[in-house]
């Protein structure tokens, strides 16, 4: 194996414009850093490139000395695979320039970049596309995967304004994909992760928001929660979809608007993110503040690009961390319950269950239309277990578990493939449901011998 290190390196060194980092190298303990402290994973070789056509040398370099493959955007991936355990890594996180064509309303996004990137970048000309909400996070994956938010009610998901990828395939060839250009592999990537190659910038279509938006908290007791968020389901059935609340159960954060007394105690938090007229915006909160008597809250006018960052502070890197999650259509009874069951024994003051809103844009898309197929799904529900101490590792990785089997019965079928960690190889096919075979046809064209296996795999 050492050889065939030695050899991929010098063949590189030659043929490409970026760093090459082995383990003794200044730089690459803190290159194979990931958000997931849970992942400790050792490539012989990280290759940080900079420019696109750094990309075929090293796949070719990698498949010709029998190296294993991995691909970083941002390394937030909760499963880790954007590292490999001795092979190479290519790490785009030299690429995060973003280009902007406002007259056109287009983003061209290079694979490094993170959500914070773009959306200055596109702020700048008060334009958006709906992305996560956490702005670290790295616009490949999250895009690759699907992609959803805020906006996403109104805009759909990311992959729905995806308009074209430039991508390296296995066998080291450029390609430009888009519904005109290699459209079936254009289907693939929209859902697909990382299976069929490498891609090296992203196109998307842009909308005016903002700047200024309307978001904040409204934070109620735990022990209306019942009350809560079944007022929550209801309200969430008719609201428009400028109009975003999700629902979060947790500990509360010592945060300034809520009385010390309440910080460290289970609630419910309501995150509101409006996107229309900012005078409009009142009227439409008003009735949330029914649901309960709220603890507190920090609602008002603020720039898109500053609460795109509201939560960066509670999901920062270096924490250990273990996900679940389901699809739901509805809200069920039961479902409620069990989210309130698990919420009342948080196994760490991190911990949390949250319910991501989705309902409308991506719901208007046929479900065979590109591989992500989850088009009846109205809920994004995620159980997030995060610590600190590995001594806490089965406590807190137990609570996920449990609580991911009681609910069950209450979700739809499939899952979010981005949420899905490095344990769930045998969810991939049910993640895609009836797309599954189809993206196995394509995967069979584009990539036979399985070199982009680190990702949520789809077998050839
Ligand atoms: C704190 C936090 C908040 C999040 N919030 C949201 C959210 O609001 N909405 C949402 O939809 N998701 C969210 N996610 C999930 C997120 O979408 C995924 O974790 C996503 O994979 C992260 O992308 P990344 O580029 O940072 O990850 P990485 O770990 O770098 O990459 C993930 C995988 O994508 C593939 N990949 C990456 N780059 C490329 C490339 N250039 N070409 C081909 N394949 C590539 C590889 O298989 C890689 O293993 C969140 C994640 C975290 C950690």
Request: aromatic share 10%.
């Amino acid at each position: 194996m050492r050889t065939q290190i030695s050899k991929a390196m010098e063949e590189l060194k030659g043929s490409i414009k970026g760093s090459i980092l082995a383990a003794d190298d200044p730089g690459y303990a803190e290159a194979r850093q990931i958000w997931n402290a849970m992942i400790d994973r050792r490539p012989a070789v990280i290759v940080q490139c900079a420019l696109a056509d750094d990309v075929p040398p090293v796949i070719g370099s990698a498949r010709e000395n029998n190296l294993e493959i991995s691909v970083r955007g941002a390394g937030h991936n909760i499963a880790g695979n954007a590292l490999c355990e001795n092979g190479i890594t290519i790490d785009f996180s030299r690429m995060r320039k973003v280009r902007v064509d406002a007259g056109k309303k287009r983003a061209y996004v290079e694979p490094g970049a993170t959500l914070a990137d773009l959306d200055l970048a596109i702020q700048a000309h008060g334009l958006a596309t709906p992305v996560g909400i956490n702005s670290t996070t790295g616009i490949a994956g999250l895009t690759l995967g699907g992609g959803f938010g805020w906006l996403t009610r109104k805009y759909g998901m990311t992959i729905d304004n995806l308009i074209s990828v430039d991508l390296i395939t296995a066998e080291g060839k450029k390609l430009r994909v888009s519904e005109t250009d290699n459209a079936d592999l254009f289907w693939a990537v929209r859902g697909g992760g990382g299976n069929f190659g490498v891609v090296t910038q992203f196109e998307f279509r842009l909308f005016p928001v903002g700047p200024e938006i309307v978001a904040g908290l409204i934070v109620f007791p735990f022990n209306q929660a019942k009350q809560v968020l079944t007022r929550y389901r209801r309200f969430v059935d008719s609201a428009p979809e400028d109009l975003n609340v999700w629902a979060v159960l947790r500990k509360a954060p010592p945060l300034p608007f809520l009385p010390e007394s309440v910080h460290g105690e289970e609630v419910v938090v309501l995150p509101i993110f409006y996107a229309g007229a900012v005078a409009e915006a009142e009227k439409l909160i008003a009735p949330l503040r029914s649901f309960g008597n709220a603890l507190g809250e920090h609602i008002g006018p603020q720039p898109y690009v500053e609460w795109q960052k509201a939560f960066d502070p509670l999901l920062t890197s270096g924490a250990r961390n273990y996900w679940k999650s389901h699809n739901f259509t509805e809200l069920a009874d039961g479902a409620l319950d069990t989210i309130i069951e698990f919420a009342g024994k948080l196994p760490s003051p991190q911990c949390e269950i949250f319910i991501g809103l989705i309902a409308g844009a991506p719901n208007r898309v046929a479900p065979g239309a590109m591989a992500y197929g989850h088009r009846d799904a109205k809920f994004v529900l995620n159980v997030h277990g995060r610590w600190d101490e590995a001594k806490d590792d089965q406590t807190c990785i137990g609570w996920a578990r449990d609580f991911f089997k009681a609910s069950a019965p209450y979700a739809s079928a499939g899952a979010y493939v981005n949420f899905m960690t490095e344990e769930e190889s045998d969810r991939v096919a049910a993640a895609y449901g009836s797309n599954y075979e189809r993206l196995v046809a394509i995967k069979r064209r584009y990539d036979p011998e399985n070199v982009f296996h680190l990702n949520q795999n789809i077998k050839p």
